[in-house]
């Protein structure tokens, strides 16, 4: 295998050293090769500028103004792999270090002094000389090869960075409100540490998207987030789910399987609805939290885990406390840091922002003419109280858009919602149920028909309109208005 010719710029300004220093490298020349020759500093930055070198050798000592260390200095800056073998003419006593500490110190890879003007045939001796050459090579492959690893890692992690960024802006923490903007303050502020953090609020307003918010943000966020709702899994699974087993644990197990603390290792689990984990499996989770060990079934040895944990509930952890349904250690060890995430309806000025983002979002998705809502419709939302939070309010605007209307008034936004306290037709009335009548089912289900086509032809222009609203074929509607008696 061929090697690589070594590319050499030569600064020197004596004609007679400049003939020794050929001599010297010239039985290597199918390996090193001299491809330029100036005599001042300026004119090597300008060659340097403009063409690739391996090594430059360099004369301490050249005319022009511009030598020594300040010229060493400005090589490397040009070209910081560029190696460069100083020669001088200077007597050096072998005590004094002080020179060669500075020609060092400036960037050069190796000096000496050159042999006495009597020794025609070379500049300094052969074999220590060409072994410098060869050296100093080596190891400007060695910095560029650095360098692109460096760079490579760099690229990587620019892309890495990226991608976090891209999932944290695909589902982002919308709104300004002034209990919004404390929660992205506390996100901050406790992303930077690896306590335990409990995100606590009323269902629906978003406590996995501050989890995760929190873990992006984090030193962990190149690790993993492992997220498990406690209320989905049996009582009697929670253990192996969370820990693991080893092989022959127990009868069924055939392999063994990691728990999520094992596959969490470095990162960040997600407990949430934490109100819902058995006392049996609170111990062990506490065990993780103080020591960091999980125990595993089947296995004696203790494992070591590295986990952040983040937790989240709707519930009031203190009066479960109270009730010994939750141990009050394990709340403490939960609770180091605290996240309340203000309902929807404390959230005014955000409402209008949540609902533009997210119909433009279900337009794009769907493929819709982005709707224009009417005042009335807005004034309406920013009042309503939002028992389910944003859940209720992705669900509303989802059912919205599918209607694919230009503008949206409040007729429609009333069509959409799952209760409204001011409607015309209540409960009760709709349903004809009070204290002193029951209806059988049979006659409440035929009640209910009525009712529901009555409203159904009041909030539309026609009876086509409303038998489309109902799903139906106008034939149909038709003939179910005749059945039912109306006309």
Known sequence: MKEDLIRVLLVEDEEYDVLRTIKTIEPYAERIKI??????????LNLISAKQYDVVILDYQISGGLYGEELIKKIKILEKS???IVITKMTLNQTDLIL???????????FGTKNPTDIEESIYQQTDFILAILNAFEKKKLEEE?????????????KLDSNIQLMIDEKPLIGSSTGLNRVKEQIKTYAATNTSVLITGESGTGKELVARNLHYKSDRKYEKIITLNCSAIPENLIESELFGYEKGAFTDAKSGKLGLFEQAHKGTIFLDEISELPLSSQSKLLRVLEAGEID???????YNVDVRVISATNKNLKELVIKREFREDLYYRLNILNINIPPLRERQDDIIEL???????????????????????LNFFKNYKWKGNIRELKNIVQRLIILKKDSIDLTTVKLTLDSYDDRNINFQQFFNINEESFSKLKDAEKEFRINYCEYARKISKNDTEAALKLGLPPSNFYRLCKEIGLK
């Open 296 to 302: 595993k079934i089947g296995r004696n040895k203790k």
């Open 146 to 158: 650095k360098d692109k690893l460096l760079y490579e890692k760099k690229d990587s992690q620019d």
């Open 355 to 377: 609902i533009n983002y997210y119909t433009k979002f279900y337009c794009s998705d769907l493929n819709i003419k982005i709707p224009v809502y009417l005042k009335e419709s």
């Open 82 to 84: 560029l190696q460069i």
């Open 100 to 110: 060669a500490n500075q020609i060092l110190n400036s960037g050069a890879f190796w």
């Open 35 to 44: 491809l330029d020759i100036v005599s001042t500093g300026r004119h090597a």
